[in-house]
């Protein structure tokens, strides 16, 4: 085998290694980049759970001091609706966060 042989079998498995490598590479930086996508949404969907908490709160406080009612129950129209809205956004949360895991 000639050198000029030699130099080409090694260039070509050199080339075949990088090849390799820049698959693994870019596999991985889009694992990331999913990985950051549901990081995001997770963040997002905890911050419109704090919101509708604290509408929820805002909605109790009005019901007893400026509308005078001494008791609250789950069935009322604006607690139950911001209630289910809440279950729903920890759905979404826990759904995104075993993404996530997986």
Request: overall charge neutral; proline content about 1%.
């Amino acid at each position: 085998m000639s050198f000029g042989d030699k130099l080409k079998g090694y260039f070509g498995k050199g080339m075949e290694t990088t090849r390799d490598l820049m698959a693994k590479a870019g596999a991985k930086a889009q694992d990331l980049g999913e990985k950051g996508v549901l990081k995001l949404e997770i963040a997002q969907l905890q911050g419109q759970v704090q919101k509708l908490l604290g509408r929820l709160g805002s909605e109790v406080y009005t019901a007893f001091v400026d509308k005078g009612i001494d008791t609250i129950s789950f069935s009322d129209p604006e607690i139950k609706a911001l209630i289910d809205q809440i279950a729903d956004l920890k759905k979404s949360i826990e759904k995104r966060e075993n993404e996530l895991r997986n």
